[in-house]
T-cell receptor, first 113, second 111 residues
Framework: NAGVTQTPKFHILKIGQSMTLQCTQD?????MYWYRQDPGMGLKLIYY???????DKGEVPNGYNVSRSTTEDFPLRLELAAPSQTSVYFC????????????FGSGTRLTVV | KQEVTQIPAALSVPEGENLVLNCSFT??????LQWFRQDPGKGLTSLLL?????REQTSGRLNASLDKSSGRSTLYIAASQPGDSATYLC??????????FGGGTRVLVKP
């Protein structure tokens, strides 16, 4: 089982550029999430989705956008990248809002210079 | 607002010693609590999930307890090994679509 797959694993982005972080899950989970992890800090929720076509903001959504056209895919788009978006990004998925736990991807380490 | 705290932030023990990792949360109205392991530069690996109606969960050398009324969970790792060196995170699932993480405990098991 692949679980939750994120690409790329590493990326360096210049200030003002845009990019999309990819996330795919093969467990038929209906909920998907994007978190960011900064050094010494806990994970913060950026956006989440409860099903295809439905997305909602988390704690720190500014500077990001998401879409959920299929159950499997939940890409995160960074528009006009800023140094404050340098972080490790994790995608996760779950059944029914985490009642049975969460599965995380291996992360994307993004540096904005 | 739910707050999750893990103390200590770092822990170093000799191989063979039992590990005790603490997690406390401020709002006892939780659905479940999950313990994760994170290796440097890697993702989160789920270790144990405890539902709010449960008192403990066990998997191999790992045992996690939950005391919802006092807002505490403890992860015990028996007979620690150097391969147990990692950061351990606890996360609390409450109402709504929010999982609140603690800051983690970085563990080093010395051979």
């Amino acid at each position: 089982n692949a679980g939750v797959t994120q690409t790329p694993k590493f990326h360096i982005l210049k200030i003002g550029q845009s990019m999309t972080l990819q996330c795919t899950q093969d467990m038929n989970h209906n909920y998907m999430y994007w978190y960011r992890q900064d050094p010494g800090m806990g994970l913060k929720l950026i956006y989440y989705s409860v099903g295809a076509g439905i997305t909602d903001k988390g704690e720190v959504p500014n500077g990001y956008n998401v879409s959920r056209s299929t159950t499997e895919d939940f890409p995160l788009r960074l528009e006009l990248a800023a140094p404050s978006q340098t972080s490790v990004y994790f995608c996760a998925s779950s059944y029914w809002g985490g009642a049975y736990g969460y599965t995380f991807g291996s992360g994307t380490r993004l540096t904005v210079v | 607002k739910q707050e999750v705290t893990q103390i200590p932030a770092a822990l170093s023990v000799p191989e063979g010693e039992n590990l005790v990792l603490n997690c406390s949360f401020t709002d006892s109205a939780i659905y479940n609590l999950q313990w994760f392991r994170q290796d440097p530069g890697k993702g989160l690996t789920s270790l144990l999930l405890i539902q709010s109606s449960q008192r403990e969960q066990t998997s191999g050398r790992l045992n996690a307890s939950l005391d919802k009324s006092s807002g505490r969970s403890t992860l015990y790792i028996a007979a620690s090994q150097p391969g147990d060196s990692a950061t351990y995170l606890c996360a609390v699932k409450a109402a709504g679509n929010k999982l609140t993480f603690g800051g983690g405990t970085r563990v080093l098991v010395k051979p």
